[in-house]
């Protein structure tokens, strides 16, 4: 099927993400402000915050003052670090919603996977999915051993798993096991932060294709089913990052790109964290 900036990923209970959407890190005050009302005009229709990006207060503005019905936005937020446990994940939710302005999320997150915690704070948002308040519930930084300890422990699939992902970072096995499970795979630093714009191989698949390396980055990844979140705070890049639906990766393409492959991370390794 033809990709666009309206294709949606259908998740394990129904609900759809839009396939690309616009990531929130590092933005802050007008910046976010900004950024999100200039997405939302060119045609974005998903953002993802956190409480950890301190931005949600402006998020939320742009959202209320754009001109798209909430109906319209998906929106994602994540329960941080020092907020994990069953009743400070509930308070931090109620927290997170008040910043956003908003009734419900369409995607709330446990930022990272925190030994002793993690298990309670699963419970909770549970509770917030089953109360309405938001629409899917999910993971992330979940590693395949964080993953198998709460399908044992839990009736509710998560319905992502939100980890760092590029060509750079191909975590096939991860992406296999996720898509076996039906959990959707959101990809973070999908431009690897620009750290790699300048690799051989992504520079002649550019000029191939006549696209930026941060097109040919994001492309790879939504032909691998993924969804992505690349973070602009510029109009330009903003522009660039959706204008990816008028080129297609060959196979030759897709190989050479899957062939990057070194485990680089821009963010800490979860299989550290036990
Ligand atoms: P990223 O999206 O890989 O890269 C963002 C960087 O690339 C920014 O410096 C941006 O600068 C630049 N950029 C964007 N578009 C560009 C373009 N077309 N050409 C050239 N440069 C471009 O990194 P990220 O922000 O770390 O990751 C994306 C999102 O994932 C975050 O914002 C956040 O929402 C989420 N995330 C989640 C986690 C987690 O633990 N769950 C961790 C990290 C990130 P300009 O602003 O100047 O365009």
Redesign the pocket.
């Known amino acids: 099927m033809k990709l666009s900036i309206d294709s949606n990923l259908k998740l394990n209970n129904g609900v759809e993400i839009p396939i690309i959407g616009?990531?929130?890190?590092?933005?802050y005050g007008k910046e976010a402000h900004q950024?999100v009302i200039w997405a939302l005009d060119l045609g974005y229709r998903s953002i993802?915050?956190?409480s950890f990006?301190n931005n949600e207060l402006q998020v939320g503005r742009a959202i209320k003052e754009g001109n798209i019905s909430r109906e319209e936005v998906f929106v994602t937020t994540?329960v941080w670090n020092s907020d994990q446990g069953y009743e400070r994940t509930l308070a931090a939710f109620e927290k997170s919603l008040k910043n956003l302005s908003l009734t419900y999320v369409d995607l709330y997150?446990i930022?990272?996977p925190v030994s002793d915690l993690r298990n309670d704070t699963w419970k909770a948002l549970e509770k917030i999915y089953l109360d309405g308040k938001a629409r899917a519930i999910g993971i992330?930084?979940f590693t395949i051993r964080h993953i198998d300890e709460l399908l044992n422990l839990t009736e509710t699939t998560p319905m992502i798993n939100?980890?760092?992902f590029?060509p750079f970072l191909f975590q096939k096995e991860l992406m296999e096991y996720c898509q076996s499970k039906n959990i959707a795979l959101e990809?973070?630093?999908?431009?690897?932060?620009?750290r790699r714009?300048n690799n051989p191989i992504i520079k002649t698949t550019a000029q191939k294709h006549d696209k930026?390396?941060?097109?040919i980055?994001l492309r790879w990844g939504l032909q691998h089913d993924i969804v992505e979140?690349?973070?602009?705070?510029?109009k330009?890049?903003?522009k660039?990052?959706i204008s990816i639906f008028d080129f297609v990766l060959d196979k030759e393409d897709m190989e050479n790109l899957d062939k990057l492959n070194e485990d680089f991370r821009?963010?800490e390794d979860p299989h550290l964290i036990e």
């Open positions: 616009l990531g929130t890190w590092a933005l950024s993802d915050t956190a990006y994540k997150l930022h990272w992330s930084n939100q980890v760092e590029s990809g973070y630093c999908p431009l690897t932060r620009g714009f930026s390396p941060a097109q980055l979140i690349p973070k602009s705070g510029n330009e890049h903003l660039d990052n821009v963010v």
